[in-house]
T-cell receptor
Framework: DAKTTQPPSMDCAEGRAANLPCNHS???????VYWYRQIHSQGPQYIIH???NNETNEMASLIITEDRKSSTWILPHATLRDTAVYYC?????????????FGPGTRLSVLP | NAGVTQTPKFRVLKTGQSMTLLCAQD?????MYWYRQDPGMGLRLIHY???????AKGEVPDGYNVSRLKKQNFLLGLESAAPSQTSVYFC???????????????FGDGTRLSIL
């Protein structure tokens, strides 16, 4: 599976947009990009995933570049409750289960 | 709908003791997984199962055994606990749609295990 690179930490003011980048320059054509977050002491929470098109759900948007070498997860209006570690994962979808590889992620701090 | 439920939530063991962690999911998912997370690190896959009666090794399987006797349950066993197994253990499950294996994993809230 392709490796991802994320900044170790980011700050964002409450009410402003948070833009979390992820580099996956070695991604292959059949690998999906997934985003999860982990709020202190809780289990990872699935946020969104996509292959090559931009995706949007009730929480945020995932923007994948045309060459698919990088992506950005955008939270339009951050709140204090969004303070968490955010993980970007790439994974090929194959028929033996998806053993996601979680790296260190980005620790997002939403500041009042 | 409870999702993925892990029991117990906390446990303290002495070196050499054995125990079993239980994971139950009510989403009728085919795939289930056990991960461990150590302080300041990401999750590492221990074992996983692609269906009832089947299991497979992940990245860090040594010292653990698993069983999937029922589709909704996935058990993680420590036969002889060691201090190096002090960690937070997460269970996850995912749906396997025909021809589409890109479904995300859904996690429980973890079991915090300390081995003295």
């Amino acid at each position: 599976d392709a490796k991802t690179t994320q900044p170790p930490s980011m700050d964002c003011a409450e009410g402003r947009a948070a833009n979390l980048p992820c580099n996956h320059s070695t991604i292959s054509g059949n690998e999906y990009v997934y985003w999860y977050r982990q709020i202190h002491s809780q289990g990872p929470q699935y946020i969104i995933h996509g292959l090559k098109n931009n995706e949007t759900n009730e929480m945020a948007s995932l923007i994948i570049t045309e060459d698919r070498k990088s992506s950005t997860w955008i939270l339009p209006h951050a709140t204090l409750r969004d303070t968490a570690v955010y993980y970007c994962i790439v994974r090929v979808a194959v028929d033996y289960g998806q053993n996601f590889v979680f790296g260190p992620g980005t620790r997002l701090s939403v500041l009042p | 709908n409870a999702g993925v439920t892990q029991t117990p939530k906390f446990r303290v063991l002495k070196t050499g003791q054995s125990m079993t962690l239980l994971c139950a999911q009510d989403m009728n998912h085919e795939y289930m997984y056990w991960y461990r997370q150590d302080p300041g690190m990401g999750l590492r896959l221990i074992h996983y199962s692609v269906g009832e009666g089947t299991t497979a090794k992940g990245e860090v399987p040594d010292g653990y055994n698993v069983s999937r006797l029922k589709k909704q349950n996935f058990l993680l066993g420590l036969e002889s606990a060691a201090p190096s197994q002090t960690s937070v253990y997460f269970c996850a499950s995912s749906y396997a749609a025909d021809g589409a294996y890109n479904q995300p994993q859904h996690f429980g809230d973890g079991t915090r295990l300390s081995i003295l």
